[in-house]
């Protein structure tokens, strides 16, 4: 911990050391504001192995060989895969809310809905009643109790939600449904346990027949009396009669902002200070059949207008509650950059033809609308209907997914390029087609790369775009892993594997313009994609080390990256150099992974500085490693495999670091002018339970 009482005594310095000061609250300040971000600070320890390694990194800190690095450079993806949203990130409690999931076709299945009682009590059908002309199936329960009377209980049906519904005790929770009735109503809405035994919440929804003979909304609070993650919500009644039940929701009140995002979810990704965001896909925005492919215009305006749609290559079905509108809404809320993706016409097995292409462009040209239109516009006006007057700030679209082998791709792609520059030549139009070793045969601001491939691999890619043309449109790296051959559900190989790679992104950032690692997010009862960054269940969460690699990288977007060269045995080691500003100081980052099984001293040259004045001093070393290189992060050991921070006390002069086997480490370096810097006893005083 610090010593606290070195504010007191900073503040009482005379005001000729007014320059000391100053740097001494930039070191703090820095520092304070990086440790809070873990429970723990404590060093990583150097595993004793009998032969040191000894690499050398030479970084020319001059303006004239270092480069800007893009503002946008390390950003999210977002695509509704392993029940990333539906059950996930979206707070949603109830799945299937709308009955639609059993198709068109009736009586279909409720799943997961489930009777609560017997045939000889209740009996229970969808048909096509609904008021809502976008999903017309409705569920209608028929009580049939006996003379005797329903069961106390009551009969009715229940929803488990995800894989059990996560209830907190004392918080709230907004049931909304819509109901219609021949008969009076006496509903109970309740939140229960998972097995119905015991009720957390519970409130009634009670009608006169003539107040439900139409369909009608009706909205519950419930405030919870205990906690169960596997719980589920039950609607019962003991009075006989005919009751029809559509859009049943229940919404944690608690979400970020009112907005429907699930909190603990959300403040992952924002840990990761994305300055973009890619949605909604991925093959989610393909399908494998184009009518099952996610259309923007079919998840737009009221959630229980929405009729929802079968993901047919990750096999669930969404609400898509977290729909067009929300996906912006999103990305305004992380502070990142909207990249929107829409289908090219292709799907996984089938295509339109170029000539028959216009109403997907048109399509594409009013989701921008939607999204930057005037308030008074047609579809700006649909947006500003839902909450939102103000444009979205959209400067990015991708045209399709991993679609440039097929057919018509850039028949296609050529016709959505021309409509859009021409109606909006601001934005930046991504390509699927590859540039990285030749150039494309059609224009593009970007293109799409991706890469999955085992953690050698990876490794040695971090070298790729060395040779490629620095004119012409720069990669958009939107999808990367090593994958799970490697991997398996997430270890530290991957991790060290995909830092490699990125350090070489980072460092050909000239033409490498956006970074994002795929899939984000896993619902540990749909592992359709491992490995993954994120890991969660209805009521936890863990990152995988993927997830905290890509933590080192939140200083970069924006910064500057210093020229540097690595010298020595150096084929498993990676290094880059960049400096940045943070609470009004200067500072340098050194990036370093060891994907070896040895211990390596890290020597750091520096020339180039403004002047023989300036100093630079170690501040603080962040560390990513484990015993073994095969640990894995788990709900059980959750911070088994996280970053580990510690000062960094070195005498003036020497930046030599040591890089513990298989561990990726950063050092941050303070920049400060030889006239103010003050000794370290002056300055502060630390002390750390190592």
Known sequence: MFNLSLLHNLVMMDMKCSWKFLTSVCILSFLLGSCSAYENVCPVEAREDAEKHYVTLQIDASNATSRPIPETLFGIFFEEINHAGAGGLWAELVSNRGFEAGGQNTPSIIWPWSIIGDESSISVATDRSSCFERNKIALRMEVLCNSNGCPSQGVGVYNPGYWGMNIEEGKKYKV??????????????????????????????????SEVSNWTKKEVLLEANGTDDGARLQLTTTKNGSIWFDQVSAMPVDTYKGHGFRNDLFKMMVDLKPRFIRFPGGCFVEGDWLTNAFRWKETVGGWEERPGHFGDVWKYWTDDGLGHFEFFQLAEDLGAAPIWVFNSGNSHNDQVETASIMPFVQEALDGIEFARGDANSTWGSVRAAMGHPKPFNLKYVAVGNEDCWRKYYKGNYIEFYNAIKKAYPDIKIISNCDGSSQPLDHPADYYDYHVYTLANELFSMSHMFDKTSRDGPKAFVSEYAVNRTDANTGNLLAALGEAGFLLGLEKNCDVVGMVSYAPLFVNTNDKNWIPDAIVFNSSHLYGTPSYWVQQFFTESSGATLLSSTLEGSSSYVEASAISFNANGCDYMQIKAVNFANVTVELKVKMTGLESSNTKVSATKKKVLTSANVMDENSFTNPEMIVPQESLLVMPEGDLTFVLPPYSFSSFDLLKESAYTKMPLSDSYTMTSTM
Do not use: H
């Not at 008969?183 to 006169?208: F, H, P, Q, R």
């Open 176 to 209: 909304t449904l819509y109901v219609r009735s021949t008969g009076d109503i006496d509903v109970s809405v309740s939140l229960t346990s998972s097995n119905g035994s015991l009720t957390l919440a519970s409130e009634k929804i009670t009608a006169l027949a």
